[in-house]
């Protein structure tokens, strides 16, 4: 075990953190930095240095660099990420990110927010990935997005869902980006859950069967989740 490797998660929002990932890198040995969007000096970084780099979700739009003039520097250091060929995971708003960093479009999902818990559909490529850990068969799956996006040129789709095909893609060996939120933990959804009533009521879900539904689903997602990670980890040599 490695002690001197170190992930590197940039951080969106306080409750959307790397959940149960963040067990399993240090379990592994990862030594863990967290990040603040909004007030990263990315001069002074470099996309190179770590080991591995998460690119974490959040509530804005990568689109709406008005509001958040920060995300374009963010994208910048995505894209010199992308460029160093070394591993990089987003989640939610980071596949996103990630896309955007690819040359694919983002925008508001025609089909309106995802929220709630529902299957990952796996298709042919994505079975031959760890992702197939998280197949519907095994497990539901958390989702709370309100954007989509292009599958960028020369990405791999992995899996969809019944309302939205972009879940899950590849691009090159070292790049893996989800929509969907694996990682969710029962103590930061509580939060989610609080700062997000009026999304939950507009998706026509009440508190209570959001409530239920991680009481039932968590521990389940939590142990397919950390075969999924181990597995892509172990992928990347680490």
Not at 120 to 149: C, Q, S, V
């Amino acid at each position: 075990m490695n002690s001197s490797r170190e992930v590197w998660a940039i951080q969106h929002i306080g409750y959307e953190d790397l959940g149960s990932f963040e067990t399993v890198l240090k379990n592994r040995g990862f030594n863990v930095r967290y990040f603040c969007s909004r007030n990263v000096d990315y001069q002074g970084l470099f996309a190179q240095d770590p080991d591995l780099l998460v690119v974490l979700g959040g509530p804005m739009s990568v689109y709406d660099t008005e509001r958040h003039p920060w995300i374009l520097h963010e994208q910048k250091f995505v894209e010199d990420r992308i460029e160093c060929e070394k591993p990089l995971l987003g989640i939610c708003f980071g596949a996103q990110m990630i896309a955007r960093a690819l040359g694919a479009n983002v925008y508001a999902g025609p089909q309106g927010k995802e929220i709630g818990w529902s299957k990952i559909i796996l298709n042919e490529e994505g079975k031959k990935t760890p992702f197939r850990h998280l197949d519907g068969a095994l497990t539901e799956m958390m989702h709370w997005h309100g954007d989509t996006f292009d599958l960028p040129d020369g990405a791999v789709l992995l899996a969809s869902s019944d309302l939205y095909k972009k879940q899950a893609y590849t691009y090159s060996h070292y790049v893996f980006a989800m929509q969907c939120h694996p990682e969710v933990t029962q103590n930061k959804l509580k939060l989610w859950y609080s700062g997000g009533k009026d999304e939950i009521a507009e998706v026509g879900k009440t508190m209570q069967e959001m409530v239920d539904l991680a009481a039932k689903n968590i521990d389940t997602l939590s142990l397919q989740a950390a075969k999924f990670l181990n597995e892509w980890l172990d992928e990347q040599g680490f």
